[in-house]
């Protein structure tokens, strides 16, 4: 949490926020969301970018604190840290494009349709202080300065960040830096704050002065927080990316290549000992296959070496989960992962299509760590079935051969489905791009209509404003008639290239 | 409600549909969800038209039926025909120009900075089937055939409409011209349907095979609608406008011409006999200028005749919170609108803003009729102060010199609070075009995100999705290589148009 000193500096601490100062923290968040929305975007571009410098800086000093607390291994944290520093570079290119603006010109029309239309402008605004709820799992990728962070601060939104308890230490100086440089920068004062503790957090949802929240963690979670920010007097948007099953598929062409489709699932699903939300939690296989399957898989499951998992609380989670599956008497236990000091080793579990359909609700439940299920079907018909179990998944992957009808086929139900369609790959790995969807129908995420990772996560922030015969001295730069943004905008109906 | 008879035809009637009914549609429209959304955005375009032709030819027996079941004058009947079948052709355009499907296409990159890039394509996808709930107040612009329904259909989305018992003839006879120029143009069966009564609305949004909701009315029952849909077990987007207060503001130079900017609002206040949602609700003054307003006002007011309103329980919502306001100490009637047999005459009360601070939650309420409130400030700190009164407004209208630093200090203020922002003009008569926004933060709508007019409404019933690695066969044609819908996309970043 943040408090000033005598000095007027912030300091940051890992202490649970009281009320009193939750109550400053918003107060300065709230002081700082109009000059911080009305910096030019070129401004802000370069406010990330100084974000990203000094955190990439401090990498020798953030990836060991992040390895101490996360137990994750340097290499992985390193990438992570440049996959962190990439997404605040990549929104300032957004920010510079400037089509996120979503710049809209109708000139007067005396002959329209709908009785003389009048000058009307619209543009997206940043819709002030935000709360984003960071995650255990990637402790600088989905945390403190991560995509909720990013894309928040590009829209121009101040940001209150609850740290996540995971990682105190981390989440308390990568605050720091954070706030450091947007004040050397020139951000205004309020601009980023931390807040730790559960209850500060729900009392930053429910506080009007939060005007949207973001999240990643656990089902229970976001949903109990997605219900505060919908039972306030003024409901705010509660943008919760809460995990998923993430089903894949193998088509039966795909699978006479089982070796190679089952090493890749392996490794997919064992990958940061299977703490990602995208991880493959079933793999579906051609009965006549599943053999085969069984054996590439079960002595490769077996012979990996455990890995650490984040904290007692998620793995005690997982044995949780993963017991109440492994004794289903519709499950098989391939190969049964060990409870070791240095964290679990992997498990494969074995059921059948038809099992699946009739134990829904016991089967199709996320574990969240280093355990999938293989899923045997007898036809195509029992597969596509079988589809039907699934509502909302951040990814459905499909091997299937691209002349196989069944591949399409399986593409166009998972597509209703599924946030990302993987098409012979793994989900594994989100890349973050202009084109990355990450999110989903419920219960992936609160908001399917959104994503959380690549740059149409700015969207999330912004609300629409529409100027009526608005004289020049009061429109925004991005609608006046000279362009001085030099942004792509819809004019009369035409999109227009600067 | 719609039944199938046995020549497979389907017709509608008035009365309360039952779950049984209810069930059946919701089933036909689940199973139209998938060939209309597949449907090319061209032939949805073409269904809209024929849609609109329909209609069109239809007005000499649809407007008499309006003006039977609503009361309202026909001329404003056969214009506000004109605007929904305009509307319906603007989404046609939409469709063909093809931006709405917010195609992006990233190509593979070896050196992508957090790690390889896969070929990844993003694009929206129909929600699924969509329940409206039509308004009594535009019985063609916001009932059965309204901005919500075009919207959805051409997003590709079934519609299930809840027709307003307003105007229960009106709908009945729409929703055939519309479910019968859909199937005449080769939609499928389901794709559009109504139901009657509130349990059945309500049943609607509590089923699972509903994906979304667009709703204008009420805020009570617009929140309660909001409450079922977030309370779900996987809750949905439900877009509700809800209507506001609608303040407008002249400043001291403005107010030198009192006499027009009085006529203005008295123009727009009592148009319609004030059933609009963006009547303005609120005119703030200059303390020394209260005296010319009034003078150019209350004989004026008087003078205006009655006008019918929509029907009994409108008309009574509207007397009961006149009343309230009327009685308050803090209100000092100018003009008394009488309760004749042919309607409220229009009333006009005066306070002033430090009262209307004082009073807040009695005084700033919608009142859904002919009165409004003159509202007299004595500086520019006072008025300030009283802007912060509105937190969630469709619109807010400033009357103000272009050089006048109040003007834009006014704009920015109220473009914080309100989704459209009205310069030297007056909110009523809300243009459908591209830069039009209706909407605003809560309590105007549940997700001031959003538009319900204008052609960004369509945004609303989409939702995005990524294709990885995916090969062409399994592609949507708007993400191909060879782009054979010719639509603007994003592609490595670049926008490009066709």
Same mark, same amino acid.
């Given at each position: 949490?943040?408090?000033?000193?005598?000095?007027?500096?912030?300091?940051?601490?890992?202490?649970?926020?009281?009320? !009193?100062? &939750?109550? *400053? +923290?918003?107060?300065?968040?709230? @002081? =700082?969301?109009?000059?911080?929305?009305? /910096?030019?975007? %070129?401004?802000?571009? !370069?406010? &990330?970018? *100084? +974000?990203?410098?000094?955190?990439? @800086? =401090?990498?020798?000093?953030?990836?060991? /604190?992040?390895? %101490?607390?996360?137990?994750?291994?340097?290499? *992985?944290?390193?990438?992570?840290?440049?996959?962190?520093?990439?997404?605040?570079?990549?929104?300032?290119?957004?920010?510079?494009?400037?089509?996120?603006?979503?710049?809209?010109?109708?000139?007067?029309?005396?002959?329209?349709?709908?009785?003389?239309?009048?000058?009307?402008?619209?543009?997206?605004?940043?819709?002030?202080?935000?709360?984003?709820?960071?995650?255990?799992?990637?402790?600088?990728?989905?945390?403190?300065?991560?995509?909720?962070?990013?894309?928040?601060?590009?829209?121009?939104?101040?940001?209150?960040?609850?740290?996540?308890?995971?990682?105190?230490?981390?989440?308390?100086?990568?605050?720091?830096?954070?706030?450091?440089?947007?004040?050397?920068?020139?951000?205004?004062?309020?601009?980023?704050?931390?807040?730790?503790?559960?209850?500060?957090?729900?009392?930053?949802?429910?506080?009007?002065?939060?005007?949207?929240?973001?999240?990643?963690?656990?089902?229970?979670?976001?949903?109990?927080?997605?219900?505060?920010?919908?039972?306030?007097?003024?409901?705010?948007?509660?943008?919760?990316?809460?995990?998923?099953?993430?089903?894949?598929?193998?088509?039966?062409?795909?699978?006479?290549?089982?070796?190679?489709?089952?090493?890749?699932?392996?490794?997919?699903?064992?990958?940061?000992?299977?703490?990602?939300?995208?991880?493959?939690?079933?793999?579906?296989?051609?009965?006549?296959?599943?053999?085969?399957?069984?054996?590439?898989?079960?002595?490769?499951?077996?012979?990996?070496?455990?890995?650490?998992?984040?904290?007692?609380?998620?793995?005690?989670?997982?044995?949780?989960?993963?017991?109440?599956?492994?004794?289903?008497?519709?499950?098989?236990?391939?190969?049964?992962?060990?409870?070791?000091?240095?964290?679990?080793?992997?498990?494969?579990?074995?059921?059948?299509?038809?099992?699946?359909?009739?134990?829904?609700?016991?089967?199709?439940?996320?574990?969240?760590?280093?355990?999938?299920?293989?899923?045997?079907?007898?036809?195509?018909?029992?597969?596509?079935?079988?589809?039907?179990?699934?509502?909302?998944?951040?990814?459905?992957?499909?091997?299937?051969?691209?002349?196989?009808?069944?591949?399409?086929?399986?593409?166009?139900?998972?597509?209703?489905?599924?946030?990302?369609?993987?098409?012979?790959?793994?989900?594994?790995?989100?890349?973050?791009?202009?084109?990355?969807?990450?999110?989903?129908?419920?219960?992936?995420?609160?908001?399917?209509?959104?994503?959380?990772?690549?740059?149409?996560?700015?969207?999330?922030?912004?609300?629409?404003?529409?100027?009526?015969?608005?004289?020049?001295?009061?429109?925004?730069?991005?609608?006046?008639?000279?362009?001085?943004?030099?942004?792509?905008?819809?004019?009369?109906?035409?999109?227009?290239?600067?």
């Amino acid at each position: 949490m943040t408090t000033s000193d005598h000095s007027g500096e912030i300091s940051m601490t890992t202490a649970d926020t009281t009320p !009193e100062e &939750l109550d *400053r +923290v918003l107060a300065a968040a709230t @002081a =700082a969301a109009r000059p911080f929305g009305e /910096l030019r975007p %070129a401004r802000r571009a !370069e406010l &990330l970018r *100084r +974000v990203a410098d000094e955190l990439d @800086a =401090a990498g020798d000093e953030l990836v060991p /604190l992040a390895q %101490a607390e996360s137990h994750l291994p340097e290499p *992985r944290l390193r990438g992570e840290l440049v996959r962190t520093t990439f997404q605040l570079r990549l929104f300032s290119e957004v920010l510079e494009e400037g089509s996120y603006l979503g710049a809209v010109l109708d000139s007067p029309r005396e002959d329209w349709p709908t009785g003389a239309r009048p000058d009307l402008r619209r543009m997206l605004l940043p819709l002030g202080p935000v709360v984003v709820f960071a995650a255990s799992n990637f402790p600088f990728a989905f945390s403190v300065a991560g995509g909720d962070t990013a894309s928040a601060l590009a829209a121009g939104c101040p940001v209150v960040l609850k740290t996540h308890p995971g990682h105190p230490e981390l989440s308390r100086r990568t605050g720091e830096i954070v706030a450091d440089a947007l004040r050397a920068g020139g951000a205004p004062e309020g601009t980023f704050a931390l807040i730790n503790g559960d209850e500060a957090g729900r009392g930053a949802v429910q506080d009007p002065r939060i005007r949207a929240g973001g999240f990643t963690g656990s089902l229970r979670g976001g949903r109990a927080l997605f219900d505060l920010a919908c039972a306030r007097q003024d409901p705010i948007p509660f943008y919760a990316e809460m995990g998923s099953v993430n089903p894949s598929f193998a088509t039966p062409r795909a699978a006479e290549q089982a070796a190679d489709v089952a090493a890749g699932y392996l490794g997919s699903f064992t990958l940061g000992a299977g703490q990602f939300c995208v991880k493959p939690g079933l793999l579906f296989v051609p009965e006549d296959r599943a053999g085969e399957f069984e054996k590439a898989l079960v002595d490769a499951v077996t012979a990996r070496e455990p890995a650490p998992m984040l904290n007692d609380r998620i793995e005690t989670g997982f044995w949780q989960v993963l017991d109440r599956l492994t004794e289903h008497p519709a499950v098989q236990v391939l190969a049964r992962g060990e409870r070791t000091a240095s964290g679990p080793s992997p498990t494969l579990l074995r059921t059948t299509a038809a099992r699946l359909r009739e134990h829904r609700d016991e089967l199709v439940e996320e574990c969240f760590g280093p355990a999938s299920i293989l899923v045997s079907y007898t036809d195509e018909q029992d597969l596509l079935a079988a589809v039907e179990l699934f509502r909302g998944e951040l990814t459905a992957t499909v091997h299937g051969e691209a002349d196989e009808p069944l591949t399409a086929r399986l593409c166009t139900e998972l597509a209703e489905r599924a946030g990302r369609v993987v098409c012979n790959a793994w989900p594994t790995g989100v890349s973050v791009t202009h084109a990355m969807q990450h999110g989903g129908p419920y219960p992936a995420t609160t908001a399917g209509t959104t994503t959380s990772v690549g740059t149409a996560a700015i969207e999330r922030f912004l609300r629409p404003v529409c100027y009526q015969n608005a004289p020049a001295e009061v429109l925004p730069e991005a609608l006046r008639d000279d362009n001085p943004l030099g942004i792509p905008r819809r004019v009369d109906g035409q999109l227009v290239l600067p």
